[in-house]
């Protein structure tokens, strides 16, 4: 589903990803964990070009992301790839149903009950149905990130990528959004998470990958992963946590 061969990004000087080679296939739960500044962030905004890459060669499901491509191509590679943000990113002048049904009608050219029958069946997943008139200003963050990743499921898309949806979030929140992750992974969505959280990279992940300094330094089931990490950095990092 997404593979990513020889990738490389700078930022002036900075090499910010070292020649990452890696795949995530269909129905696959990824969790990318690491010190912070070790490139995550950067890693999966390049799989829907929120960053450019200068070298190396990514694709999403069958398409060359990083090719030349019009706005147009643009918008819908884009609405293919489910994002959820750190920061929430809902349009505070919309209520929660205007947010989740704003890309199924103009993008998806989805009619007006169409997208909002959707939309209140997405909301009854995350379970915020009752909260479809409030206004993201209402709601608290948990509930607005449940909302992000209802709108990020509105267009279909066969990935969802979220980037540290939980490190915004009060600790009571938490476990809130990690639920409705949880229930996409069990109904098989394919997923690239950026997370703190490795209770839940242990019990949903298929597969772990540890970053530092722009490189992937170990991938490997999450068993082994937090039983017996092979990289010395993995193993400090793993150890640090468990001191705090």
């Known amino acids: 589903?997404?593979?990513?061969?020889?990738?490389?990004?700078?930022?002036?000087?900075?090499?910010?990803?070292?020649?990452?080679?890696?795949?995530?296939?269909?129905?696959?739960?990824?969790?990318?964990?690491?010190?912070?500044?070790?490139?995550?962030?950067?890693?999966?905004?390049?799989?829907?070009?929120l960053e450019e890459i200068q070298s190396g060669e990514l694709n999403f499901n069958g398409q060359q992301v990083h090719s030349p491509m019009s706005s147009q191509q643009l918008n819908k590679l884009r609405s293919q790839v489910g994002f959820v943000f750190q920061s929430f990113?809902?349009?505070?002048?919309?209520?929660?149903?205007?947010?989740?049904?704003?890309?199924?009608?103009?993008?998806?050219?989805?009619?007006?009950?169409?997208?909002?029958?959707?939309?209140?069946?997405?909301?009854?997943?995350?379970?915020?149905?009752?909260?479809?008139?409030?206004?993201?200003?209402?709601?608290?963050?948990?509930?607005?990130?449940?909302?992000?990743?209802?709108?990020?499921?509105?267009?279909?898309p066969p990935a969802m990528l979220f980037d540290e949806p939980t490190s915004a979030l009060d600790p009571e929140m938490v476990g809130e959004v990690l639920a409705v992750m949880r229930s996409l992974a069990h109904d098989g969505m394919t997923m690239m998470c950026v997370t703190h959280e490795m209770g839940f990279a242990r019990e949903v992940a298929d597969r772990v990958w540890f970053m530092d300094d722009g490189s992937i330094l170990e991938k490997a089931e999450p068993e082994a992963f937090f039983k017996n990490p092979q990289h010395p950095r993995a193993q400090r990092f793993l150890s640090d946590l468990r001191a705090h």
């Open 89 to 156: 990113n809902l349009f505070p002048h919309m209520s929660v149903v205007e947010n989740i049904t704003f890309s199924p009608m103009r993008v998806a050219g989805l009619s007006k009950s169409a997208a909002h029958d959707k939309a209140m069946a997405l909301l009854e997943r995350v379970g915020l149905a009752q909260k479809a008139q409030a206004y993201p200003a209402q709601l608290s963050g948990g509930q607005q990130q449940r909302v992000a990743i209802a709108r990020a499921l509105a267009m279909e």
């Open 1 to 49: 589903m997404i593979s990513f061969s020889q990738v490389n990004k700078w930022y002036g000087d900075y090499h910010a990803l070292v020649n990452i080679t890696a795949e995530v296939k269909q129905g696959e739960v990824v969790v990318v964990c690491g010190p912070s500044g070790s490139g995550k962030s950067t890693l999966i905004r390049t799989v829907n070009r």
